[in-house]
């Protein structure tokens, strides 16, 4: 699995750029070899919000290097178990 493989898909990333700990919905757009381009609504909303907008003509969006970002991730298909509502122990 790549981060490339979910170009034009929507995935989870904390950006401590856009927050330190808070996870961010974001679109991948592009996948370079030093980081990734996205778009993200929260980035959008602070630059209209800079600009004293609601609405811009074009939707920014953001590259942002792989040192940037602490977490990302998506869902594979198959189902999620939460092992202590099973009341089994979580394994190390």
């Known amino acids: 699995m790549q981060l490339s493989d979910f170009v034009?898909?929507?995935v989870g990333m904390v950006i401590p750029a856009i927050h330190a700990t808070t996870i961010q919905e974001v679109k991948v757009l592009g996948?370079?070899?030093?980081g990734v381009w996205i778009q993200s609504q929260a980035l959008t909303n602070a630059f209209l919000q800079i600009l004293g907008v609601a609405v811009a003509p074009k939707t920014m969006v953001a590259f942002v290097p792989y040192h940037g970002i602490s977490l990302a991730f998506s869902s594979i298909?198959?189902?999620a178990l939460n092992e202590t509502a099973f009341g089994v122990e979580p394994q190390g």
């Open 8 to 10: 034009g898909q929507t």
């Open 77 to 79: 298909e198959g189902p």
């Open 31 to 34: 996948v370079e070899f030093g």
